[in-house]
């Protein structure tokens, strides 16, 4: 073995150690990068070279970088960023709405809604009295305000949902986009090498999964060229180097729907964000919004009920007091139209019906709230239907595939205005004789507070909103609690990973010093080779 | 496990955030001194401060309708105290001048009563804010007026009662109509003779629709030259014919008869008969008297009883929702120091590095 032998071990030397000095300035480099998987440099004995029967060394090699990386780990994060997405998405619609109903603060129905009755009571202890008349009538307007105020703050928070849903659908959209695009690029650096070396454009590829299971829920597989497949209720959102657009459309009740790949894929999204958008505002819109509108439909109906049997002060008779409730009807038929009218407004349950046909000319009306059959039978063209107080009639021909809905709540709120304006009519008294001194009418009013009603389901006023508050309380607390529990869940995992990929600055410190000292000793072998060329030389 | 210094970076500013957190909710209730600030703090604490604020609101309005109904009351009591007080007089005019023969006399005891009359009416028809108080429901019309055509007068109001709520399902009624309290009702035996030995009797009747008893006096036997037959249905009435009786004179004003000495007879028995309805009345406004007595005690204890259910309501309301001034505090103390050392270890653990001991 010759002298120049001693250069090329003392060269391997110098170049690993260099080679390891870089990958700790990586290391140093991107102890902030999130995301950011620590490398080591792998060294391994060079081939060893035989000479007269003995096998001497030849030096160093660097064998790769290691990227201390676990599959397990980054698998557990993913379902937790969508299991966090989904409760953080809960807990701030939740707490928005919690606020409306926020009685703590006398925020709500609860104070309009006595005081409206107590003005029935004041009115009691002076039915002719003027000041309790225009007292009640402000009272009155007072609920309806704080009412459709509430309604109004709910609404918001739903189109705000639906905001939120088309923004993480574009934000969904440009990150599958990105991993498409590093998937390409991943199979082209790793293309024909056996390790998986595209270490840099993988951390990228994480980060973006990581973001992009925050929003929505997906499975994912990596094919063996490095490739992502990335699949959002059950649809493809990425594979290989393309990517589907998630697309959001308006449906009948006037939410959006997800759609990828031109299939609506809404039902399947139950995670991330978007999962907890979806699911929220179905709860609001059944609980807190259905709720607050039966509530305030029980009050019309009740109030003008009574109000209609009493006697105003000018002895008129029959008057509402509230405005009526009114129908309102959704049309999903080809060619015909159909109007609703109350015939008996104490027969109406408020629940919303659906209106179909079948092929042999029958119409069934379903309780959309319970689904049972109301009512059914052969259709006669342009015959009305009628059932629980309610008369429809339809124009024009109907078809098999023809549907209809009735609702008395929708527009609940946006008709809630008090009837009387002229405080005369309020009727205090039972009957036209006993004007102006009667109040018993007013007496069975304030009864009203204490009765229980059946369209409420045997609650009274004040304790069915009770239950909308605490229904809202309870989701809201539930909501907080688990992103809590989501988040320290998710915490820990992150430390989890970080305890495996992450830098530690003291670490690569030593090693800085470590291959400082291995490069040295490296140019010291260098030198030292050198003077004993030069003895040679000298010779 | 291997520590990174991300994750003691982590770890610090998610126990610094958890502890800030912490503080700012402690410090929040300090400030508003409240431990319920929205209902998913504490459902339950929370439906249940619903509930008691909705009772106490409801109690604080039941406590309104109280003193409405005593003040009320109370007003009525003192109209018909001066009622009852009149009544008084009369029988004490009555008794002075029932024999009394002189004519100067008898003009000057017509005359007073004639007064003692237009202050029964007017106090029947005693206004308290617009409202008439004696006339039932139809508390925009007097409750008695004299009708010129029948010489009587006569009650336009009617058996309304007006509730009012004290409790839940509970009323009473804040006034006394004018038949109870204006028109009298004679309580047995009767007697059928005067004290001079004339047949003399008393048929009642009482109109359902208005509560009104009429009274009719039949003094002597049929077909005598002085028999005598007159109806008075309220104290106005029986005053008026007291009025005119120490004139010789009916209610129309015409002689009671046109023999000087039947007429006298006529009178007598007259100012006789009606001592028995006058004392009678007099009874009658007591015990209307002591009826509102007992509904002013009623609803004093119903006062009394609520004020006792606000206060033990406001106690429940305020350990439901309030938040414990000291507990808190100790709580803000205990945080703070967890805060502090937490500062503390942060500044050492961050600081230190192995870079600072390579030279």
């Excluded at chain 1, 960023?81 to 709405?97: K, V």
């Excluded at chain 1, 574009?170 to 695009?181: P, Q, Y």
């Excluded at chain 1, 399947?268 to 958008?277: H, S, Y």
């Excluded at chain 1, 992450?502 to 260098?526: C, H, P, T």
Aim: charged letters at 20%.
């Amino acid at each position: 073995m010759s002298l120049f032998g001693l250069f090329d071990i003392a060269k391997s030397a110098i170049f690993a150690s260099q080679t390891a000095l870089t990958v700790t300035s990586q290391n140093i480099a991107n102890v902030n990068t999130p995301g950011f998987t620590r490398r080591e440099a792998l060294f391994a004995v060079a081939a060893p070279v035989a000479l007269s029967g003995n096998l001497l060394g030849n030096g160093v090699t660097i064998t790769g970088i290691k990227r201390y990386y676990d599959q397990f780990i980054q698998t557990q994060l993913l379902g937790q960023y969508e299991n966090y997405g989904r409760s953080s998405a809960l807990n701030q619609t939740l707490s928005q709405i919690e606020q409306i109903f926020n009685e703590a603060k006398n925020i709500g129905l609860a104070v309009p809604l006595t005081d409206f009755f107590n003005a029935w009571q004041e009115l009691a202890t002076n039915p002719e009295g003027f000041v309790q008349r225009s007292d009640l009538l402000q009272k009155a307007n007072s609920l309806v305000l704080a009412a459709k105020q509430m309604e109004r703050g709910i609404t918001d928070n739903l189109e705000s949902v639906s905001d939120s849903i088309d923004n993480i659908a574009e934000r969904v959209n440009a990150i599958a986009s990105e991993i498409a695009a590093i998937n390409g690029k991943i199979v082209q650096v790793e293309a024909g090498s056996q390790v998986q070396n595209a270490n840099d454009l993988r951390d990228q590829r994480d980060v973006l999964m990581n973001e992009l299971a925050t929003l929505v829920d997906f499975s994912s597989y990596e094919d063996e060229n490095g490739s992502m497949t990335i699949m959002a209720g059950m649809r493809n959102l990425v594979s290989g180097e393309t990517s589907n657009s998630l697309s959001t459309r308006t449906n009948e009740e006037g939410d959006k729907d997800l759609y990828l790949d031109g299939i609506n894929i809404t039902g399947n999204i139950k995670k991330g964000q978007l999962g907890g958008l979806i699911s929220v505002r179905d709860t609001i819109r059944t609980n807190s919004l259905n709720g607050l509108r039966r509530l305030i439909a029980s009050l019309i109906q009740e109030i003008n009920a009574l109000h209609r049997s009493g006697y105003g002060l000018d002895g008129t008779t029959d008057n509402d007091f509230f405005a009526p409730l009114q129908l309102s009807t959704r049309d999903f038929s080809s060619g015909a139209d159909m109007t609703a009218t109350i015939t008996d407004s104490s027969q109406l349950t408020l629940d919303e019906y659906s209106i179909q046909f079948d092929a042999s000319g029958n119409y069934f009306v379903y309780n959309k709230q319970n689904g049972t059959l109301v009512t059914s039978g052969a259709y006669v063209s342009g015959s009305p239907i009628s059932f629980d107080g309610i008369e429809i009639s339809i124009t024009g021909t109907v078809t098999s595939t023809d549907k209809f809905t009735v609702s008395p709540l929708t527009d609940v709120m946006r008709n809630f205005q008090v009837a009387i304006s002229d405080q005369q009519k309020i009727a205090a008294a039972s009957s036209n004789a006993a004007l102006p001194g009667d109040n018993s009418n007013a007496l069975r009013i304030v009864q009203l507070y204490q009765n229980s009603i059946a369209n409420l389901g045997g609650a009274t006023l004040s304790s069915y909103y009770g239950g909308l508050v605490s229904t809202i309380g309870s989701m809201s607390r539930a909501a907080s609690d688990s992103l809590t529990f989501d988040d320290n869940l998710l915490s820990e995992l992150n430390t989890k990973r970080e305890s495996l990929s992450g830098v530690s600055l003291d670490e690569e410190a030593a090693n800085l010093i470590r291959f400082q000292r291995s490069y040295q000793a490296g140019a010291k072998m260098i030198q030292i080779t050198d003077e004993l060329l030069q003895t040679l030389l000298d010779l | 496990m291997r520590i990174t210094s991300f994750m003691i970076f982590n770890q610090l500013t998610r126990s610094l955030q958890r502890n800030m957190e912490d503080f700012a909710k402690l410090n929040s209730q300090l400030a508003s001194g409240k431990r319920i600030e929205k209902p998913s703090d504490d459902v339950i604490g929370m439906m249940r401060s619903l509930d008691y604020r909705l009772s106490i609101n409801n109690t604080e309005q039941y406590k309104r309708n109280i003193e409405e109904a005593n003040f009320h009351l109370q007003f009525t009591d003192k109209v018909l105290g001066s009622v009852s007080d009149s009544l008084l007089k009369l029988k004490e005019l009555l008794s002075m001048g029932g024999n009394d023969q002189t004519d100067e006399n008898r003009s000057f005891y017509s005359n007073q009563a004639a007064e003692w009359r237009d202050f029964l009416l007017e106090l029947s028809n005693t206004k308290l804010r617009d409202r008439y108080i004696f006339s039932g429901y139809k508390t925009d019309q007097v409750a008695f007026s004299y009708n010129s055509s029948t010489c009587h007068y006569d009650y336009n109001g009617d058996l309304g009662k007006i509730q009012i709520p004290f409790d839940t399902g509970a009323t009473l009624p804040s006034n006394i109509q004018g038949s109870e309290a204006f028109s009298l009702t004679l309580k047995g035996p009767l007697p059928t003779e005067l004290p001079d030995g004339t047949p003399l009797n008393y048929t009642q009747t009482t109109d359902s629709s208005t509560g009104v008893t009429t009274i009719t006096v039949e003094i002597g036997n049929a077909g005598d030259p002085d028999y005598d037959t007159f109806s008075v249905s309220n104290l106005m009435d029986v005053t008026n014919v007291l009025s005119y009786a120490w004139q010789y004179k009916d209610i129309d004003g015409s002689d009671l008869h046109s023999d000087a000495a039947i007429r006298e007879e006529m009178a007598a028995h007259r100012l006789m008969a009606l001592s028995i309805p006058l004392d009678d009345a007099g009874n009658q406004v007591l015990q209307v008297q002591a009826e509102i007595g007992t509904r002013q005690v009623h609803l004093n204890d119903q006062k009394t009883r609520l004020d006792n259910t606000a206060l033990n309501l406001k106690n429940a309301l305020s350990k439901t929702e309030d938040a414990d001034m000291e507990e808190t505090t100790t709580e803000i103390l205990k945080t703070d120091t967890a805060l502090q050392a937490l500062r503390e270890s942060a500044s050492r653990l961050i600081s230190q590095s192995l870079l600072d001991f390579l030279k």
